[in-house]
C-alpha cells in the first residue's frame, strides 16, 4: 500500500501454492503441528488461544513477461498472466527453501478417486506428495490412516 509492504509471508511458513484461477494463487500455510497433536475439534488446550492463518488468495490482474533462465524477459515466448508469474515464483522459491530430503521413489501418473485425477506420487522419508496438473498436496505419514486399492471397473 503506497508502495510499501502491507505484511509479509516468510517462505518458511508457506507449505503449499496453487493456481486456482487465471487471476487467483491460493497459498496454504505451515500448520502448527503441536496445536493441532493438542487440539481437538470444538476444544482448545489451555494457554493455546487464538486463531492461526492456513491459506490466503491473492487476485493477481494483468500480465507478466516470462523470463529465461539468464533473469532477462524472454520475447519470444508469449507473455503470461501476473498470477502464473507469481504462482511460478512462489512455487520455485518453497521448493529450493523447504528441505524435502532424498525422494526414496516417483511414481508417475497414477489414477486416484481422492482427490480426484490423475497425479505423479512422490514418496520421501517423512511424507507423500502428491502433483496434479493444478494442485500439491502433502501428506505426513503420521496423518494417514488408510489407503484403498479400488479395482477398476472394466
Known amino acids: 500500500v503506497a508502495n510499501r509492504p502491507m505484511f509479509e509471508i ?6 503449499n501454492t496453487a493456481h486456482t484461477q487465471k487471476t487467483e494463487v491460493s497459498i496454504d500455510m505451515v500448520v502448527d503441528e503441536d496445536l ?22 491473492f487476485y493477481v490482474p494483468g500480465q507478466a513477461p516470462k523470463i529465461d533462465e539468464s533473469g532477462e524477459p524472454d520475447t519470444e515466448t508469449p507473455e503470461q498472466t501476473g498470477a502464473e508469474f507469481l504462482y511460478e515464483t512462489i512455487k520455485s522459491k518453497i521448493e529450493a527453501d523447504q528441505s524435502m530430503g532424498e525422494k526414496i521413489v516417483s511414481l508417475g501418473e497414477v489414477s486416484l478417486m481422492v482427490p480426484r485425477g490423475r497425479m505423479e506420487v512422490d514418496i520421501f522419508p517423512n511424507f507423500v506428495r502428491l502433483r496434479g496438473k493444478s494442485y500439491d498436496y502433502r501428506f505426513n505419514y503420521e496423518n494417514l490412516r488408510r489407503l484403498f486399492l479400488v479395482p477398476k471397473s472394466p
Open 36 to 57: 493441532a497433536k493438542n487440539t481437538q475439534p470444538g476444544m482448545r488446550k489451555k494457554g493455546n488461544h487464538g486463531d492461526e492463518l492456513v491459506e490466503v488468495r
Open 10 to 15: 516468510p517462505f518458511k511458513q508457506i507449505s
